[in-house]
């Protein structure tokens, strides 16, 4: 059974920082594409950060400048570093792999994680 496995949420004053990981755990050969979402209380899930397996990042513009996400490919894990957090950057944040391959010929998609919860205080 393959599952990403998401720690390391919490409460944290503004201004603070928290890192998140996320390991992905059972038969996993290799993961593409990994990313970090967020979902705040009535509100969309929404995207906060992916990186390929080769490095390549992306981030929503609210969290540029704040966030970096990183990953080792032979942990098959990924880290989120979030700094000068805000308020309303409190969500559970999820992690997602949008292909992981379990055997040689085999691969699973879009694969989420059950979640963090991250509560930035004023």
């Known amino acids: 059974q393959v599952q990403l496995v998401e720690s390391g949420g919490g409460l944290v004053q503004a201004g603070g920082s928290l890192r998140l990981s996320c390991v992905g755990t059972g038969r996993i050969f290799s993961i593409n594409t990994m990313g970090w979402y967020r979902q705040a209380p009535g509100k969309q899930r929404e995207l906060v950060a992916t990186?390929?397996?080769?490095?390549?990042?992306n981030y929503t513009d609210s969290v540029k400048g704040r966030f970096a996400i990183s990953r080792i490919n032979a942990k098959n894990t990924v880290y989120l570093q979030m700094n000068s957090l805000k308020p309303e950057d409190t969500a559970v944040y999820y992690c997602?792999?949008?292909?992981?391959?379990?055997?040689?010929?085999?691969?699973?998609?879009?694969?989420w994680g059950q979640g963090t919860q991250v509560t930035v205080s004023s």
């Open positions: 990186i390929s397996r080769g490095g390549s990042t």
């Open positions: 997602n792999a949008d292909k992981i391959t379990t055997t040689p010929w085999q691969y699973e998609y879009d694969t």
